[in-house]
T-cell receptor, first 113, second 113 residues
């Protein structure tokens, strides 16, 4: 079965620190997309970053970057210079062969002032 | 630019009542989705529609029906609500031209008493 595991149910860091959220997944597909979505208290689902599995270069979006290790099926998210507005649930997901998203259970990230 | 519009935002039902959640997107996307989100779990796919006129079951379809009314609209119906259907429901549409990115509605908090 295709699964996503986010091993950290909750994390907290001080503002301006760097934090890494872990994600591992299981698939037999060779080509797929990986995503990190953010869900703040407003409940809105917001795309943070996207990675195409056939690309070796790690995706970056401003303060957000990923460490994609295809062989290890690992897709961690690094948030640099964390801000109070980064407080949210973070979900890791990837596309299956039908382009349906398989989701992890989420990591609750708290940024402390 | 409305994106994905989902109504209502909140709803309380009694066991056995019926209701329809409405979803519309103005981005000309072919694929649309209904997810439910429960505490401690990732999003679970209820139904999806790959294109106008087609619908398919997802991971948790029991107790739900859907209608893809046209390319814009995709509704979710609960015929006889049960307390186990208390959840947050999200509608989404997929942009196949932007790396399979999902665009989400703002969610519906449904409580079944």
């Amino acid at each position: 079965a295709q699964t996503v595991t986010q091993s950290q149910p909750e994390m907290s860091v001080q503002e301006a620190e760097t934090v890494t959220l872990s994600c591992t997944y299981d698939t037999s597909e060779s080509n797929y997309y990986l995503f990190w979505y953010k869900q703040p208290p407003s409940r809105q689902m917001i795309l943070v970053i996207r990675q195409e599995a056939y690309k070796q270069q790690n995706a970056t979006e401003n303060r957000f970057s990923v460490n994609f290790q295809k062989a290890a099926k690992s897709f961690s998210l690094k948030i640099s210079d964390s801000q109070l507005g980064d407080t949210a649930m973070y979900f890791c997901a990837f596309t299956d062969s039908n382009y349906q998203l398989i989701w992890g259970a989420g990591t609750k990230l708290i940024i402390k002032p | 630019n409305a994106g994905v519009t989902q109504t209502p935002k909140f709803q309380v039902l009694k066991t056995g009542q019926s209701m329809t959640l409405q979803c519309a997107q103005d981005m000309n996307h072919n694929s649309m989705y209904w997810y439910r989100q429960d505490p401690g779990m990732g999003l679970r796919l209820i139904y999806y529609s790959a294109s106008e006129g087609t619908t398919d079951k997802g991971e948790v379809p029991n107790g739900y029906n859907v209608s893809r009314l046209n390319k814009r609209e995709f509704s979710l119906r609960l015929e006889s609500a049960a307390p186990s259907q208390t959840s947050v429901y999200f509608c989404a549409s997929r942009d196949t031209g932007a790396g399979e990115k999902l665009f989400f509605g703002s969610g519906t908090q449904l409580s079944v008493l």
